[in-house]
């Protein structure tokens, strides 16, 4: 028997984990598919769907089809990087990279992905549209503006496998700090569990946390509004790794770019299963490859706009007229155009910028700056002098929120962060969608049944051969006051009262059943049971408790009550004339 809130709330553990999930997977609002590099742990370890080993150029779904609490199992595999299993990008080194370790690279290395059919992002789009992104494993944000965040998650590890998205930037192009609210939030995390800075939200089955001695994952293509399974009828567009040396780790990247006959900083595109891959946009068509030495590009945002071929935006935001494809990107570090200034603000290229195709008529030939990397929260060079800007590994576009709970189209992790929703337990789900509850004070063996008339999923046994169950339905949220409660299989046509009490007790006789709430003890007004044996309680209970009990009866957030039904049972089988349901426990939160 429970004795103490914080004991309750101890024990709920799991059950918030549940319910969590259920929200979770109830009100995901989009489709997340992603690869990971090759230096992940999940590298060479079988998918969920076709147990076939994972590589860094297969577009994975996580295996529950939307972000969950976890722990959760390995992502599926929705589109491979060669011919097979099921639909792939046609790279011929697929097979002979399967099943090779995370932590060697290998010739199937894709960085950035798109299905062609991102929102359009620009004048009229600011208010729908947000920027989803991922970061290298070495990002640790500039600065902290929400929890959780690149800041709060890199420090320990956890930043890697998550996908973060803008807090609300307005209309690009925008220079550094001119966003209307500048920095991150983390809106889908790794691996679903409590990470080292406390929070929790749902996650897509990769392996964290990053430390010397985990290599992690790292999510490094992203693309939303994707096929939940398949190949996507528009095809799907690409950039493959470049072979030159990462100046921070001195290491060789996989050149899966010049293993297929290209460079990192091409465009693909695969239009059916199988492939073969396409050049779609040439290097130097997005203002790359100029100088003699090598790009690469990392994140890919896609909007095609219907007419065959690569039509280059000219000036930023034409693409919302329709006349040219939009596409924006970012390049990974040591790539040869960053420090060269941009030909939109005149100011040094850097890893976490969003980047636009050269302005038309600028003296300068390489990228614009469509978002400067200040304004996603990310740590640039800069911002501070000598320091490591942060990578930008993949990135997409939302045309919605991913999560949300309560329906107000605002993301969750939004919500919550801006204060207009709380989170007491930490979980990343608003609590006005939580229903924190807990069943407890089944007349199951060995309980003091009072005449042995055990039942071992609700209250003990009445004069209909079963006991009645108290279950609850709504959220525990103070302010929606939407909790109800019904007790079921109770004999026809009787009158019922609803107890309330913040005490327990481990459970006496009383009348035909066992009573677990202990003094003092609030009472709700007599309903009867009707045609359908059920009694019901609520909505409006928090609206009742204050215009009718003092306030100690009264419910607050923060508060855990407990509830029982008793009714009565004039024919019951220990001739008691009444009898109890189970009791319910309930966490209100604001």
């Known amino acids: 028997m429970l004795n103490q809130n914080s004991t309750f709330r101890a024990g709920l553990t799991v059950c918030f984990t549940l319910l969590a ?8 609002f989009q ?8 230096h992940g742990n999940s590298v060479g370890i079988p998918s969920s769907n076709y147990a076939f080993p994972i590589t860094e150029g297969d577009i994975l779904l996580p295996a529950a089809g939307v972000p969950m609490l976890g722990p ?36 199937v290395e894709v960085d950035g992905m798109s299905y062609g059919n991102d929102p359009l992002t620009g004048p009229g789009f600011p208010l729908v549209t947000r920027f989803a992104f991922s970061v290298d494993r070495y990002a640790t944000g500039l600065f902290s503006a929400a929890w959780p965040d690149v800041v709060s998650e890199a420090a320990f590890g956890d930043a890697p496998s998550d996908i973060f998205i803008d807090l609300g930037l307005g209309v690009g192009p925008l220079a550094p700090f001119a966003a209307t609210t500048p920095g991150n939030v983390a809106v ?42 398949g190949f996507p009828i528009s095809g799907v567009y690409f950039t493959l790794d470049d072979i030159f040396v990462d100046p921070l780790t001195g290491i060789f990247n996989s050149g899966s770019a ?43 945002i896609v909007r095609e706009n219907g007419t065959p071929g690569y039509q280059p935006s000219l000036t930023p935001n034409d693409w919302v007229g329709g006349g040219t494809d939009m596409l924006l990107f970012s390049v990974r570090r040591g790539s040869h155009i960053i420090g060269q200034p941009d030909s939109i603000f005149g100011l040094p290229i850097v890893e976490g910028d969003i980047l636009t195709t050269p302005l038309f008529g600028s003296p300068i030939p390489f990228p614009g700056i469509y978002i400067a990397a200040e304004n996603l929260g990310l740590l640039t060079s800069r911002a501070v002098v000598g320091a490591l800007s942060d990578d930008l590994d993949g990135m997409t576009i939302l045309s919605g929120p991913i999560n949300d709970c309560n329906g107000n189209g605002v993301e969750d992790a939004i919500d919550i962060s801006s204060g207009n929703s709380w989170d007491t337990n930490g979980n990343g789900i608003p609590d006005d969608c939580e229903l924190l509850t807990r069943a407890f004070c089944e007349c199951s063996i060995p309980s003091p049944a009072p005449c042995l008339n055990f039942y071992p999923t609700g209250g003990c046994t009445n004069s209909t051969g079963v006991g009645a169950i108290l279950g609850a339905t709504g959220t525990t949220s103070v302010t929606n006051d939407n909790l109800v409660l019904s007790a079921t299989q109770v004999p026809l046509n009787r009158v019922g009262i609803l107890l309330k009490s913040v005490n327990i ?25 009707g045609g359908s044996g059920t009694l019901t309680w609520g909505p409006g209970l928090v609206a009742y408790c204050f215009g009718n009990f003092a306030a100690p009866g009264w419910i607050l957030p923060g508060s855990t009550w407990n509830f029982q039904a008793w009714y009565r049972d004039p024919i019951g089988p ?6 109890l349901s189970n009791a319910i426990s309930a966490f209100f939160t604001p």
């Open 258 to 300: 010049q293993a297929h006959g290209f460079v990192g900083a091409d465009i693909l595109f695969s239009a059916a299963p199988g492939g073969p891959p396409v050049l779609y946009a040439p290097a130097a068509a997005l203002g790359l490859n100029l100088t003699g030495s090598s790009d690469d590009v990392d994140g890919l």
């Open 72 to 107: 959760l199992a390995t992502p599926d595999m929705v589109i491979n990087a060669g011919f097979a299993p099921g639909p792939g990008l046609g790279l011929w080194g697929h097979l002979p990279c399967a099943g090779h370790p995370g932590g060697t690279p290998c010739i």
């Open 505 to 529: 007790t481990g459970g006496v006789p009383f009348r035909d059943g066992i009573l677990c709430l202990g003094p003092q003890i609030f009472r709700f007004n007599p309903t009867t049971s």
């Open 21 to 28: 999930a259920s929200f979770q997977s109830a009100q995901a």
């Open 31 to 38: 489709q997340i598919s992603f690869s990971v590099d090759w």
């Open 188 to 229: 889908v995390d790794g691996n679903g569990m409590i990470s080292g800075s406390g929070a929790q939200y749902g996650g897509i089955g990769l392996n964290e946390p990053f430390t010397t001695a985990n290599p992690g994952d790292n999510v490094d293509a992203l693309a939303m509004m994707g096929p939940p399974s």
């Open 574 to 579: 220990c001739g008691q004339l009444s009898n």
